[in-house]
């Protein structure tokens, strides 16, 4: 395969990653006392069964709970804040993201691979916030569901909508897989923060919207 040219630039610029998996990620946070939950691509095929390709594992937490996961992760790795691709480390002397809305980079040292992209979720008084629509507000257990291995994921309608954004072929691919296995109120909900969100969406035209 032709290595992509952005990714080896990236590479070069950022370096490697050797994203964890699921039950990897749930190593790595066991005995963490807050909530978490992996979004993204690997939510997506936890709800449908059905493997697809990954660069990354995409874990989230709330806002509120940084400080207790740097506690959490201690000495052992280190944290980067990510802010648009600028990179700054989470620790003492950097205590605060660069942003609430940005990522947390994880790796164990400067010549290791990153392992968990780490997309934070802005609380409001500890709820979970939608970062595609500020109306909507709810606790975490009504936004995520748990499988049967343990691991808590978004919600598929709401992990397909931070996708339409963005309209690769994968996101294409993981709505075509998503959709026929939403119950009528998950679709429905889809189409209706669509409207919200994106208005005008070749998504809902597709969706019979």
């Known amino acids: ?21 699921p039950a990897g990620v749930s190593d790595f946070m066991a005995g963490f006392q807050r909530p978490w939950w992996l979004v993204g691509g690997w939510s997506i095929e936890a709800y449908t069964g059905q493997a697809r390709e990954h660069e990354d594992i995409d874990l989230s937490i709330l806002a509120c709970d940084i400080p207790a996961f740097r506690e959490h992760v201690g000495e052992r790795w280190h944290l980067w804040s990510n802010h648009g691709g600028t990179l700054r480390p989470l620790d003492d002397r950097f205590p605060e993201v660069l942003a609430v809305d940005s990522q947390i980079w994880i790796r164990e040292q400067a010549l290791a691979p990153w392992i968990i992209d780490l997309p934070i979720t802005p609380d409001r008084d500890g709820l979970w916030t939608n970062k595609r629509w500020a109306e909507h507000v ?6 995520t569901w748990v499988a049967e291995t ?8 709401i992990a397909l909508l931070y996708k339409a954004r963005l309209q690769r072929p994968k996101d294409h691919r993981d709505l075509a897989v998503t959709w026929p296995l939403l119950d009528h109120a998950k679709q429905a909900w889809l189409l209706d923060a669509l409207r919200v969100v994106e208005p005008g969406h070749a998504w809902i035209g597709t969706l019979g919207g």
């Open 150 to 157: 343990g691991v808590r994921y978004l919600n598929p309608e």
């Open 138 to 143: 709810a606790p975490v257990e009504d936004v």
């Open 1 to 21: 395969m032709t290595p992509d040219p952005e990714d080896e630039a990236f590479f070069r610029r950022y370096g490697p990653w050797d994203p964890l998996d």
